[in-house]
């Protein structure tokens, strides 16, 4: 049964005019700023972690820029207590990559885990280890060769601890999905594994064990921590912003970059086992054909994973050209074996590397910190102008030093390219870390 109607006397059944106010906007908070404070880094992990990794960032950039330029003029006088090629590359792989790592392992890895996070002064040991040993391992190279082991030794020490640490999460976990996780964790073991072997092949004076086990660490570390988190946080990254695009992960996805990882693992030690360069065309020509067939499918999956579409979005397209890196550095790598193999001349030299390191790792660096950086620090999730600038300059500059690489190939391009990354990433560095000392915009805590 229904209410009866009024009457049409009845005083609800007279038209009053309402003047009806539009809803109030919800009050916004006002920006919050405040100064630059050291004590202000202990407020979240990813701002310790981040910004002593933009310390040993910038410092070996210009420390090789300065390298760069001694080799071309000769103007500087430098001497060096252990190879500065082994110097560079172990600091470029080993030195600011877990920092960054630590920043943004132990902010989102405990909730991947579903388990408690740690206080960030808890941290605050094994990141300083690091960064004070990579300081002291780049003074050590010209200064004294047992002041750089000294410094290596205690990066290698802040690395297992903080492996150590985040193994202890995932110890504690009782999270369904621990995939991400444990391929971190695991890779972090073979990190700080390979670190210390570096450490000895120095002490024995072993410079090309050193730089194999440098090789070992790029793949089996640093390479696998990135696709780890790749795998992860694209796709969901993307679905955020265009709906249209779904999260699709397939574990096999994961599966094929961990074994390119591996594949490249095992053959960097065939490379070193073999008695004369391509004493083995067989196994060579498997290289070219794993490398070119699993290249081609990572160059489809940033397609599929929605690499048009992202171009609109800046931060997004980001992400996403970096990831094209990957199946590029192996398809140059390809080549570049296959060039070799026909010719007997490594006639691209180390170009292959640096797209990897330089083009995949270094790209995808700048967005995944620069998105950390803007989401944690109550700021909006956009790259800027000047951002945008810069990961595009960083985009040339990869070419700079894959052309450098090419077999007679002019002297200046390299001192050039070393001049442009140190530029771009100085810039990047200094900007954020102006950031992570102050507290966030919207006032909230972290």
């Not at 005083?11 to 630059?36: F, Y």
């Not at 599966?255 to 390119?260: D, F, I, P, T």
């Not at 397209?317 to 970096?322: I, Q, R, Y």
């Not at 192996?330 to 292959?352: D, P």
Request: aromatic fraction near 10%; charge should be positive; charged fraction near 10%.
């Amino acid at each position: 049964m229904t209410e009866p109607s009024p009457p049409p006397s009845s005083p609800a059944r007279r038209a009053i005019p309402v003047q009806v106010a539009p809803p109030a906007a919800p009050a916004r908070r006002p920006q919050v700023h405040g100064p630059w404070r050291p004590s202000t880094l202990l407020a979240s992990p990813h701002r310790l972690g981040f910004f002593l990794a933009a310390l040993v960032l910038v410092v070996a950039s210009l420390w090789w820029l300065a390298v760069q330029v001694d080799r071309a003029t000769g103007a500087l006088g430098i001497v060096s207590a252990v190879p500065s090629t082994l110097t560079h590359a172990t600091v470029m792989v080993f030195g600011f990559m877990p920092l960054y790592f630590s920043g943004f392992l132990f902010t989102a890895g405990p909730k991947w885990l579903n388990v408690q996070p740690y206080e960030t002064i808890q941290l605050r040991v094994p990141l300083l280890l690091q960064a004070v040993g990579w300081v002291l391992w780049l003074c050590g190279a010209h200064a004294h060769a047992v002041l750089a082991l000294a410094g290596l030794a205690m990066a290698v020490a802040g690395l297992a601890w903080m492996v150590g640490m985040f193994w202890r999460l995932i110890r504690a976990s009782r999270a369904p999905d621990q995939v991400h996780g444990r391929t971190v964790g695991v890779a972090g073991v073979v990190g700080a594994l390979s670190l210390a072997a570096v450490a000895i092949c120095v002490w024995l004076g072993r410079v090309d064990l050193a730089l194999v086990w440098v090789r070992t660490g790029l793949w089996g570390f640093i390479v696998v921590t990135y696709v780890a988190v790749a795998h992860r946080m694209i796709p969901f990254f993307t679905s955020s912003v265009l709906p249209m695009i779904e999260v699709w992960r397939p574990l096999w996805v994961l599966r094929l970059m961990l074994g390119v990882a591996a594949f490249e693992v095992t053959a960097v030690w065939v490379d070193t086992l073999a008695p004369a360069p391509h004493a083995w065309p067989l196994w060579t020509g498997v290289v070219i054909v794993f490398e070119l067939v699993t290249g081609a499918v990572l160059l489809w999956l940033a397609v599929v994973w929605g690499l048009v579409q992202s171009l609109k979005i800046r931060l997004l397209a980001m992400l996403h050209v970096g990831f094209v890196w990957f199946g590029l550095a192996l398809v140059y790598s390809a080549l570049s074996q296959l060039v070799w193999l026909l010719t007997g001349e490594a006639l691209l030299g180390l170009g292959a590397v640096h797209a990897l390191s330089m083009g995949f790792l270094g790209s995808l660096m700048l967005a995944m910190v620069t998105r950390v950086s803007c989401g944690h620090g109550g700021r909006a999730l956009t790259a800027d102008d000047l951002v945008w600038v810069l990961f595009w300059a960083l985009q040339v500059t990869v070419l700079l030093r894959l052309a450098a690489a090419v077999q007679g190939a002019p002297t200046w391009l390299t001192p050039l390219a070393a001049l442009a990354w140190a530029g771009v990433v100085t810039a990047w560095a200094l900007r954020y870390a102006n950031w992570y000392g102050r507290p966030r915009t919207d006032g909230r805590p972290g």
